[in-house]
C-alpha cells in the first residue's frame, strides 16, 4: 500500500449497531467495510483488505472460524480480535494480531489499526531488505570492486538498499513495544543482522 492510499478495514460483528458505529467512527481515516456476520465478513474479504477488527462471539460463523479462514486463504490482512469476551490461554493459538477489549475507544480502535498498518509497513519492507542485502553481500563476496563499481545495477541495489534502511527507520520511529513483538512474530525467524550492519 503506498503513502498516498488509504487502508481498508473490514469490521465484522453481530450487533450490527456496533459495526456501524465503529464504522462511522473511522470513516473519516480509512476506507471501511461492514459486515453483520461471520460469513458476510467471509464474503468481503480479499486482497484489499488491510485490517480486519473481528468480533469474537457470533452466532453463525465464529470470530476463530472466520480468523482461520483468513489465515488459510493467505491474506495479507492484519487482524484484531475486537471483543467482549476476556482473553484466557486459549488465545495463545489463535493467529492474531492484536486482542482489544470491548467497550473500545475511537482513539483506540485508530491506535490499534495504525499499530497493525505500521507492523505490516515494517514487514514488508524488511523483507524486501533482506532479500537485497542478500543479493550485496553475495555480489560484494564474488565481484572484484572495481566491477561492483562500474555496475549500474549494483549501484542500483545499494540506492534502494539505503531507501530501505531510511524508511524502516522512519517507521521504526513510530513503534512502541507492541509494535516490536508483532514485528518479531511475523519476520518467521528470519535473521535482523542485516539492519545492524
Known sequence: MSPSERATVLVVDDEPDVADAYAAQLRGEYEVLTAHSGEAGLAKLDPDVDVVLLDRRMPDVRGADVLDEIRDRDLEAR????????????????????????????????????????????????????????????????????????????????????QL????????????????????????????????E
Open 165 to 196: 534502511r531510511t524508511e524502516l527507520d522512519d517507521i521504526a520511529e513510530r513503534f512502541d513495544g507492541e509494535d516490536y513483538a508483532a514485528v518479531l512474530r511475523e519476520v518467521d525467524g528470519r535473521a535482523l543482522s542485516p539492519l545492524d
Open 79 to 162: 487482524v484484531a480480535m475486537v471483543t467482549a469476551v476476556d482473553p484466557d490461554f486459549e488465545i495463545i493459538d489463535m493467529p492474531f494480531d492484536d486482542y482489544v477489549v470491548k467497550p473500545v475507544s475511537r482513539s483506540e480502535l485508530i491506535d490499534t489499526i495504525e499499530r497493525l498498518l505500521n507492523c505490516a509497513a515494517y514487514e514488508e519492507r524488511f523483507r524486501e531488505f533482506y532479500a537485497l542485502a542478500s543479493k550485496h553481500a553475495a555480489l560484494s563476496a564474488n565481484k572484484p570492486t572495481a566491477e561492483l563499481r562500474s555496475s549500474e545495477e549494483f549501484q542500483d541495489l545499494e540506492e534502494r538498499l539505503e
